[in-house]
């Protein structure tokens, strides 16, 4: 008989390719206007700073989020905590941690990692950290189409 042992928390790292120099793409997920301009539809409030708690706003998730900003590093990292929302009342409240790295390439444009784990290990935990994880990989393709190209993808697509 195999044990099985604890099955690990749900937890994944999504990455993408920005044309544009390190510097910019970090602005544009520190710096609230620029945020606003692609990612957060209902708006975000707060500069992202070491912390700091600031506010985002999804129209696809009506009501304004606290997130918890643990560590910013200029360029290179920003560490976040938010609610895990993930539906499941009686495991209580807690928050996942959302880890953004920024690399420039050799050829002049950034990757951005973004990693996000913390869940329960329960089946709520686990839907949601696929509606994160595709959250996340949208913020990331949005980002690329407002960084390079000036085109918002979120506009008008979720209300």
């Known amino acids: 008989m195999v044990s099985k042992g604890p099955r690990p928390s749900p937890e994944f790292s999504v990455s993408g390719r920005i044309s544009k120099p390190v510097h910019q793409v970090f602005e544009a997920v520190a710096d609230p206007k620029e945020l606003s301009g692609y990612f957060t539809t209902g708006g975000a409030k707060g500069r992202l700073e070491t912390g700091a ?28 905590r938010w609610g895990a929302a993930d539906g499941d009342d009686e495991a209580g409240n807690y928050e996942t941690t959302v880890t953004m790295t920024f690399a420039g390439l050799e050829d002049g444009r950034t990757l951005v990692t973004i990693h996000e784990g913390g869940w329960r290990d329960n089946a709520a935990a686990q839907k949601a950290s696929y509606g994160n994880c595709e959250g996340w990989t949208g913020m990331l393709c949005a980002m690329k189409a407002y960084v390079e190209h000036g085109i918002n993808l979120r506009s008008g697509f979720y209300k």
């Open 53 to 80: 708690t600031v506010t985002w706003d999804f129209h696809d998730f009506p009501g304004a989020f606290p997130v918890h900003v643990v560590e910013v590093v200029q360029d290179e990292k920003i560490v976040l």
